[in-house]
Nanobody
């Protein structure tokens, strides 16, 4: 059964960095589009970025463009999210899914990983 597990969250100060991991089982990330999403308290879940399976093209939401980088390690069957210059408004639970940008298209979410940015 296809499954994605997020990890790597934590508490950091504004301006610091974190790298999240999304490890797949039951399917190959190199053959799928994988997206990162987040949900802050009281807000809707939003899509942040995506890496395509075919050629590894990447796409970003404007709010994270230039600060976040999505990448993939096929050997580890893992997709990463490098987050730099973190801001308090980046505080949220972060999820990955086999979908780009539209959370309504995802029927099964993992537990996510919590990111807290605070001074």
């Amino acid at each position: 059964q296809a499954q994605l597990v997020e990890s790597g969250g934590g508490s950091v100060q504004p301006g610091e960095s974190l790298k999240l991991s999304c490890t797949a089982s039951g399917f190959t990330v190199a053959s799928s589009a994988i997206g990162w999403f987040r949900q802050a308290p009281g807000k809707e879940r939003e899509g942040l970025c995506c890496i395509t399976g075919s050629d590894g093209s990447t796409y970003y939401q404007d709010s994270v463009k230039g600060r976040f980088t999505i990448s993939r390690d096929n050997a580890k069957n893992t997709v990463y999210l490098q987050m730099n210059s973190l801001k308090p408004e980046d505080t949220a639970t972060y999820y990955c899914a086999e979908e780009c940008f539209d959370p309504r298209a995802v029927s099964n979410w993992g537990q996510g990983t919590q990111v807290t940015v605070s001074s």
